[in-house]
């Protein structure tokens, strides 16, 4: 979750590319299950316990 940057940007694309980091890209349309742009940038998705960590690891590190 974040601010949306400054100039083009679609949050949708954005949140699709993310899960499709860490799974299938043909499994990504089922996975993700919201994307939330108006309030907050953040989305919500089905992910096995391997694809959560590996996600987590990417979040934490786009973070520091």
């Known amino acids: 979750m974040g601010s949306l940057p400054e100039g083009e940007y ?3 694309v954005h949140h699709s590319q993310i899960i499709n980091q860490v799974i299938h890209p043909s499994f990504s349309s089922q ?3 919201r994307s939330y742009t108006r309030s907050f940038n953040g989305f919500a998705a089905y992910l096995s316990e391997e694809e959560k960590q590996k996600l ?6 786009h973070a520091n």
């Not at 987590?56 to 590190?61: A, E, F, P």
């Open 10 to 12: 679609s949050p949708s």
């Open 31 to 33: 996975a993700l299950i």
């Open 56 to 61: 987590t690891g990417k979040l934490v590190y």
